[in-house]
């Protein structure tokens, strides 16, 4: 009624592990694609003296990627399965690390170099960068600028802007008209606003930014000065010259048909990715520290995630796909 079976039985020949391992399976996929991308600069951070018998980091940064595509993130569950799962012991060749060259490897090793892996495992920037307001900021749309990515960045108060209440309120200080020829910014009375100083400031990120201030000469005489600001002295406005010229072409391009249909397509292309890492990865916090160790392990995961797309085109779409 039943198959017959005899389990721990000793086979007269050893079995080839790749026999049980389907040709569209991803693990195939991850250990291709990662085979042929360019690592001389990982190379480069071991000494050529060191211990013979240490894993090679190519295996090792294929371990990763496939470990994050089936959606396990700790070095010991890693190790874990390099010993008993059929698909890591295929990868290794039947050599397992252990968690601890895992983790430092991950930690120590990738720092300043899965940038790198990810450029050459890409090849090129992206052509559009479609982006909610959180992006916005001067250091990124600089970044954009210089590498050839046509933007559509919204900022913050985007949306605000385009409400009636915003846009014609002649007392926002976005909405005060600039002269560059005078370098003078003109209150709702017209009365120029002279510059007072620049100032420093740097981001987290040691990015610096020069903002301009400006103060108002006559406001205590103003009849608008009720409806304008509430301060006892004169008004002053700060200005990001640059910032304000990029938003302005933001601003256009947001608004015109092209931007309409990025900014409609963007919840569809960028909410469902994360709602797949969440939910279907379960990857809901960072298990690393630190913003570079949090940025090698979501460029690992990004990485995870392509090639998993990758392999459900060769394996359900069109089989040239790479």
């Known amino acids: 009624m039943f198959k017959c079976y005899t389990s721990n039985d000793n086979l007269l020949l050893p079995p080839c592990l790749g026999d049980f391992i389907p040709q569209k399976d991803p693990v195939r996929v991850v250990h291709r694609i990662i085979e042929q991308i360019n690592l001389e600069e990982l190379y480069r951070r071991y000494s050529p003296k060191g211990c013979s018998a240490s894993p090679p980091p190519l295996m090792i940064l294929q371990i990763l990627v496939y470990a994050y595509l089936r959606n396990i993130y700790s070095s010991s569950r890693i190790e874990e399965f390099c010993r008993n799962d059929i698909y890591f012991l295929w990868l290794t060749g039947n050599l397992t690390p252990y968690h601890n ?6 930690n120590s090793q990738l720092k300043d170099v899965l940038k790198l892996v990810y450029h050459s495992l890409y090849g090129r920037y992206p052509g559009v960068s479609v982006c909610d307001a959180g992006y916005e900021s001067k250091e990124n749309y600089l970044y954009t600028f210089r590498n050839g990515i046509e933007t559509f960045i919204k900022y913050n108060y985007f949306h605000k802007e385009q409400k009636r209440n915003s846009k014609n309120n002649p007392f926002l200080s976005v909405n005060f008209y600039y002269n560059e020829e005078t370098d003078g910014m003109y209150c709702p009375m017209r009365q120029r606003m002279e510059r007072l100083s620049d100032v420093k400031r740097t981001t987290d990120n040691d990015f610096v930014q020069t903002i301009s201030r400006y103060r ?5 005489g103003c009849p608008l000065k009720c409806r304008c600001h509430r301060i006892r002295s004169e008004r002053i406005v700060q200005v990001n010259h640059r910032l304000r010229k990029i938003k302005e072409r933001e601003r256009e391009k947001l608004l015109s048909d092209e931007g309409l249909k990025y900014r409609c397509q ?10 797949d890492l969440k939910n279907n990865k379960h990857f809901k916090r960072f298990h690393l520290h630190g913003l570079k160790k949090v940025e090698i392990e979501f460029g690992l995961l990004a990485i995870a995630h392509n090639l998993a797309k990758v392999a459900s085109y060769e394996a359900y779409g069109n089989e040239n796909t790479v």
């Open 101 to 106: 060259t895992i983790n430092r490897f991950r």
């Open 216 to 220: 108002a000469r006559n406001c205590k």
């Open 266 to 275: 963007r919840p569809q292309d960028v909410e469902a990715v994360f709602g």
